[in-house]
């Protein structure tokens, strides 16, 4: 009985051996397994990324282009203001009104302030 006990016992510690083992050996396979799974998820983190760069980037161009509307009013508005300072420096009078004279542009004045009353 004792041989079958220190037989049972050795195969016993055999089998326990054999199980850390393999253990050990599947431990190892799923670490490499686990640096894939980190790595598509690296990957896919990073697509994400680049989506919401691609999409900040189209944001910055409508609002480029809108801007550059918005220039190219200003510059035609101050092209005008240039061409009056101009006339104005050369001290030609621009009328504000279509009267002849100056009287015509009282009597209008005059009318207008006795309709208001």
């Known amino acids: 009985m004792d041989t079958f006990l220190f037989i049972a016992v050795l195969w016993m510690g055999f089998a326990i051996w054999q199980y850390r083992q393999e253990k ?4 190892e396979r799923l670490r ?8 598509e998820e690296y990957i896919e983190n990073l697509d994400n990324a680049i989506s919401e760069k691609e999409t900040q980037v189209e944001n910055l161009d409508n609002i480029k282009e809108s801007l ?11 092209n005008e203001l240039d061409d009056r300072l101009y006339v104005k420096s ?26 208001s009353r």
């Open 24 to 27: 050990n050996q599947l431990k």
């Open 32 to 39: 490499e397994y686990s640096s894939l799974i980190s790595q």
């Open 68 to 78: 550059e509307d918005s220039i190219k009013k200003l510059r035609v508005k101050l």
């Open 90 to 115: 050369l001290d030609f009078y621009e009328p504000q009104y279509a009267f002849i004279t100056s009287q015509d542009g009282s009597i209008a004045v005059l009318g207008r302030l006795l309709n």
